[in-house]
């Protein structure tokens, strides 16, 4: 089978980590059946050069195309105008990708299936290509491409459209899978299938091994993921305060960096947290290890890697009840799943899984219930049967 993987959201040199889930699902589905892949990267392009477009210029450094994994990836340049470009996205995605499409094409790559990732604007464009190049659409919905597009009234159109015509469509929790079925009716094809954890990988290490290179002598609580305000690293450090004996660990980088710092600071000595920058994603099995809590606080999430694999670390999580969290947790540490996403909430469901942590043994046993094996079946079927 041959498929064309499209998405805005893929990892390259020189953002390594960009979309990474993405990348693993067809990793992981490659390893178990025959598939002759290429992916279309798209990558934000500016014309001008005024201050406020910087953002825009650290794309220019992506090569125009570059190979991962055996994997071909092209990266295509679209048009972006700031502030107004949301609304015109798709249609910039569907006009500078076809270009590159084409080429592939060309090239002697004739593939069967197009292969979208997050639902606005991406979905959207896809579909639109699909149309114009007469070719089977699938998309997956990622959490943030419909829990923040839908609020929109053109984004909602268009979504509405693109999973109307869609061959079928992938949600990774149920919660999405209820809000595209409520916007697309019962005829639309979606089946539900969460990221998975490879247990080869992610599994309990040596708990002293982190801990004597940090010097840590408290209990850890640890947090990873990209400083943004949504993942609510400001409010795990606010509730450090509230927790005896403990220090915070937080993994990732970010624009929230020098805000999350500026407030560790204005706590003094009150609390202990430590910012550890990137780390490998060979390394992270021995972070989640030497772990009393795994900790996130976002806002929205679809599926969250972070709990997967902090899960098949054997490493209690306690996390806002969003997405996929809550179906991905076993019974037993929904307790620990916080409604009110605050200080105080956190505060005490931390506290709590300090005092009383839930059994190692039925954690690691629902992680293996999340490996790869059932997703990856499963979505080849699907693609099998519309190509």
Request: net charge positive; aromatic share 10%.
């Amino acid at each position: 089978m041959k498929i064309l993987l499209f998405t805005t959201l893929y990892p390259n040199a020189e953002q390594t980590h960009h979309g990474i889930f993405i990348e693993k699902r067809l990793l992981e589905l490659r390893k178990r059946y025959e598939l002759d892949v290429e992916v279309v990267a798209p990558v934000p392009w500016f014309p001008f050069n005024y201050h406020w477009a910087g953002s825009y210029r650290k794309y220019s450094r992506i090569a125009k195309s570059e190979t991962r994994s055996g994997v071909l990836i092209h990266h295509p340049r679209y048009l972006v105008i700031p502030i107004l470009g949301w609304r015109f996205a798709p249609i910039s995605l569907f006009i500078f990708s076809l270009i590159t499409i084409r080429r592939v094409r060309k090239s002697g790559f004739r593939f069967q299936l197009l292969d979208a990732h997050f639902m606005f604007p991406d979905g959207v464009a896809a579909q639109m290509l699909g149309a114009v190049l007469n070719v089977p659409v699938c998309i997956t919905a990622r959490g943030s491409d419909i829990y923040d597009s839908l609020q929109y009234s053109i984004p909602r159109k268009l979504i509405k459209w693109a999973i109307s015509r869609a061959q079928f469509v992938v949600a990774v929790s149920q919660d999405l899978a209820r809000n595209l079925l409520q916007l697309g009716g019962d005829g639309i094809d979606v089946e539900v299938l969460p990221n998975g954890v490879d247990n080869t990988v992610f599994y309990p290490r040596d708990r002293s091994l982190v801990r004597t290179e940090l010097g840590l002598k408290k209990r850890v609580v640890l947090s990873v993921g990209n400083l943004r305000r949504l993942k609510g690293h400001d409010i795990l450090i606010r509730a450090m305060e509230n927790i005896d004996d403990a220090t915070l660990l937080i993994i990732g980088v970010g624009e929230e960096l020098e805000n999350l710092k500026q407030i560790t600071e204005s706590y003094g000595n009150k609390i202990e947290v430590r910012f550890l920058g990137d780390i490998p994603n060979d390394d992270l099995p021995a972070y989640y290890s030497t772990a009393d809590v795994f900790a996130l606080a976002s806002s929205s999430e679809g599926c969250p890697n972070v709990v997967l694999e902090a899960i098949a670390c054997g490493t209690p999580v306690v996390a806002t009840a969003v997405g996929a969290i809550p179906e991905l947790l076993p019974a037993s540490c929904h307790e620990f799943l916080v409604r009110e996403r605050n200080v105080a909430g956190f505060s005490s469901a931390i506290k709590r899984c300090l005092e009383n942590p839930p059994d190692q043994a039925t954690i690691l046993a629902r992680a293996k219930e999340l490996g790869w094996d059932h997703t990856c079946e499963r979505l080849f079927t699907k693609m099998m049967q519309v190509t």
